[in-house]
């Protein structure tokens, strides 16, 4: 599932680089590598099915679909304090959300008619 896989990536990337926020703010190639995925991220994300995203209001679809829109049109201006909290706090939750709303689908052939719109 690429939500599980790009929330594992950024986690992979913050294991790799050593998991410091000051790592995070003097490494461009760390951040490169998290504002990247964090982009992938919203774009699965912008791809679910709009029924399954109505059912799951805990989940803050339009906040990750956000931080993608920002990121690929505002790159320059991106706040890098911003991206370390996403990256640390909010993709750990929506990566936990995310794989129990895959736990409650029932049948694998119906997963994917839920999941893509």
Do not use: F, P, Y
């Given at each position: 599932?690429?939500?599980?896989?790009?929330?594992?990536?950024?986690?992979?990337h913050i294991r790799h680089y050593g998991g410091g926020e000051e790592t995070f703010r003097e490494n461009w190639r760390f951040q490169d590598n998290v504002?990247?995925?964090l982009e992938r991220l919203g774009e699965a994300v912008n791809?679910?099915?709009?029924?399954l995203t109505l059912r799951h209001p805990e989940v803050n679809w339009s906040g990750v679909v956000g931080t993608r829109i920002v990121i690929a049109h505002h790159y320059w201006k991106l706040d890098m304090d911003s991206i370390w909290l996403?990256?640390?706090q909010d993709v750990p939750d929506?990566?936990?959300k995310f794989e129990r709303i895959l736990d409650e689908l029932e049948e694998p052939q119906n997963r994917e008619?839920?999941?893509s719109g």
């Open positions: 599932m690429d939500i599980i896989d790009q929330c594992n990536r950024i986690e992979d504002v990247l995925n791809r679910l099915s709009v029924g996403t990256a640390t929506l990566k936990a008619n839920q999941l």
